[in-house]
């Protein structure tokens, strides 16, 4: 264990040239810098948070739910069938059409009612909009607090104005008590989801979130054990900008405003268009790659650092570009769509059965209404992609 910790925490991958553990080891009085094992007090922190949420959506986001009459629970049920409940369990939830011909002869059921039962099957096991809704409620007050906070924090700090600060005298910068509280409720809290993704609303992306969380406990893991915490603020900062209106853009579609959900994913979309195509590469990339080169100039962990912050604009690109599409078919549409992540299913076959506040309905019966309806149990399709964008 003694050899691979060594390897592992070579001097000539982590630290610039000339620089050892050792001189880090014994700062002054007073003075202290980041060690790789403050990063374990983010574990219970985590546990604290995931506490808080329980609280939190318990007490403050469920009223808030229940007061805007957002349903619990799946309005329409599929009727208790034994043999088509072994089948959903054991061998299909989505049956092709030789499955659906055996079906309907051996329950003597015309095929569409097959197909209803299977649909109706499949949406009892869907969230409702209630759970959505407060967990989207939980992951706006926590973005806009930190984003908050991180704004508050970094207008005293000189990197904000001038990022060649986040280099001079590196590695020897001091950890303040605001920064490393920044560096903890972040990391904390992507502990915190990585944890809850298991019990949380369920997903098609299920696997792609967690390694989203994985990667971003691992960028800024990393940025801490190398002391690269004033750059890595800012990229947080950064990503956190855009996070929040898009969680209110999901209350606002869960709601059932229609015009407000629209306002705020646009506000949303030029947010994440300015922050992670102008600001980044502009602000964090060039500082990252041609102010550090200058200052301290590379090194291996130099190099892995810069190589990893450019996959992520190349991720920032991808999701411009599809935010894009999504707000140019809204707009033509005239109206954000759904989350294809997370929607009930609807079918013109079902739309005699349900009510205007049925959860089967994802096109609104007055698009003239202020609360117009557009599937209770949708949100804005941008959040098939953005969820967590960035670190």
């Not at 369990?89 to 003597?108: A, E, F, N, V």
């Not at 704004?151 to 104005?161: A, E, G, S």
């Not at 800012?234 to 869960?254: G, I, P, Q, R, T």
């Not at 892995?304 to 991808?318: A, D, E, K, M, R």
Request: charged share 20%; glycine share 4%.
């Amino acid at each position: 264990m003694a050899a691979l910790s060594a390897w592992f925490w070579n001097e000539r991958f982590w630290l610039p040239h000339n620089v050892t553990w050792a001189d880090l080891a014994d700062p002054a009085p007073g003075v202290e810098y980041p060690k790789a094992r403050h990063l374990l007090s983010a574990l219970p922190l985590a546990l604290l948070i995931s506490v808080v949420r329980i609280l939190f959506e318990r007490y403050v986001a469920s009223p808030c739910a229940r007061s805007l009459h957002l349903q619990a629970e799946i309005s329409w049920r599929a009727q208790p069938n034994a043999v088509l409940e072994k089948v959903y369990m054991s061998i299909t939830k989505d049956p092709d059409p030789r499955h659906l011909d055996g079906l309907s002869k051996q329950l003597d059921w015309q095929v569409r009612k097959v197909q209803r039962w299977f649909r109706r099957r499949r949406n009892q096991d869907k969230p409702s909009t209630h759970a959505k809704f407060c967990e989207s409620m939980w992951r706006l007050t926590f973005y806009l607090c930190i984003f908050t906070y991180g704004i508050q924090f970094l207008w005293r700090c000189p990197w904000m104005w001038d990022t060649r600060h986040c280099w001079y005298n590196y590695p020897y910068q001091v950890l303040t008590p605001g920064l490393y509280y920044y560096y903890g409720m972040e990391l904390a809290f992507y502990w915190s989801l990585m944890f809850s993704q298991f019990t949380d609303i369920k997903r098609k992306d299920f696997l792609v979130m967690f390694i989203h969380h994985m990667a971003t406990v691992s960028l800024i893991s990393f940025s801490y054990a190398n002391n690269m915490l004033r750059v890595g603020s800012l990229v947080m900062s950064v990503h956190d900008a855009s996070d929040f209106l898009l969680e209110a853009a999901k209350l606002a579609n869960y709601a059932q405003y229609q015009r407000l959900c629209d306002i705020l994913f646009i506000l949303f979309s030029v947010a994440f268009f300015l922050t992670r195509l102008v600001i980044f590469p502009l602000w964090i990339l060039n500082t990252t790659l041609f102010e550090s080169w200058a200052i301290i100039g590379p090194y291996p962990s130099w190099w892995l650092f810069n190589s990893l912050l450019l996959v992520l604009q190349v991720l920032h690109v991808i999701w411009s570009y599809l935010i894009a599409r999504i707000a140019l078919k809204a707009m033509l549409r005239g109206k954000v769509s759904k989350d294809v992540r997370s929607d009930i299913e609807s079918s013109s076959e079902e739309e005699g059965e349900a009510s205007r506040a049925s959860v089967a309905r994802a096109v609104p019966h007055n698009p003239h209404s202020p609360k117009a309806e557009n599937g209770t149990n949708g949100h804005c399709t941008s959040t098939q992609y953005m969820n967590h964008s960035g670190w």
